[in-house]
């Protein structure tokens, strides 16, 4: 095996003994951790599929315990191009109806990657699990082509919209090492308790307006 799969599947190992110490939850690492800057190795076949699967289940129990709506390997100090989202989108209907966002049952992607649909953008406070207690606006497509693989190996090219989208996109890039502050309108960067406190609205307008940074263009939230 490669030097660099070998890496890998002793990540893997790891993360999963750690998990195994403390019910099922591996712990998450934080900007900071070159892992997260890193472009992840493709899969393909470091693993057997039934550490693959063990390894899919730490993570959605992790990413659940946070709580989050994905979590990608890097963020577990794997460099392994695989992600896991679930959204219940658990939201009152005016709020859930301008950030388009619908629940999204759990999948679990290998190898993704993904492109714009359109040229709609929409922006929207989000936050990541390895940035803990901050949230920025970023501009993300409205619609997206999304790529990969499914656990088992089968082929995924599908249209994803809307809020998912945005966790889909927001996990993809994990897998290229960026982070959504690199995407961010830094004016809008406010704390997990300023958000609640004053940019709690369905829409990003007011705090644009307050804080001084621009919405995309068109974008008529």
Known sequence: MDPADERIAAQIRSVLAAA???DGIAPIVEAGDPVLR?????FDGQVDD????????VMRATMAAAPGVGLAAPQLGIGLSMFVAEDPARLDPETAEVRRRAPMPLRVVLNAGYEPATGEEVAFYEGCLSIPGYQAVVARPAVIHLRGESLDGT??????????????AHETDHLEGIL??????MRSLA?????????N????????????FALPSGMLL
């Open 50 to 57: 039934a550490t693959l699967t063990a390894l899919a289940e």
């Open 180 to 185: 959504f502050f690199d995407r961010a309108e």
């Open 38 to 42: 890193a472009v992840a190795r493709p």
């Open 155 to 168: 082929p995924l090219a599908e249209e994803v919209s809307g809020w998912s989208a945005r966790i889909v």
């Open 201 to 212: 609205q369905p829409s990003t307008q007011q705090a644009a307006s307050a804080l001084g």
């Open 20 to 22: 195994e110490a403390n």
């Open 191 to 199: 704390t997990n308790t300023a958000v609640a406190r004053f940019w």
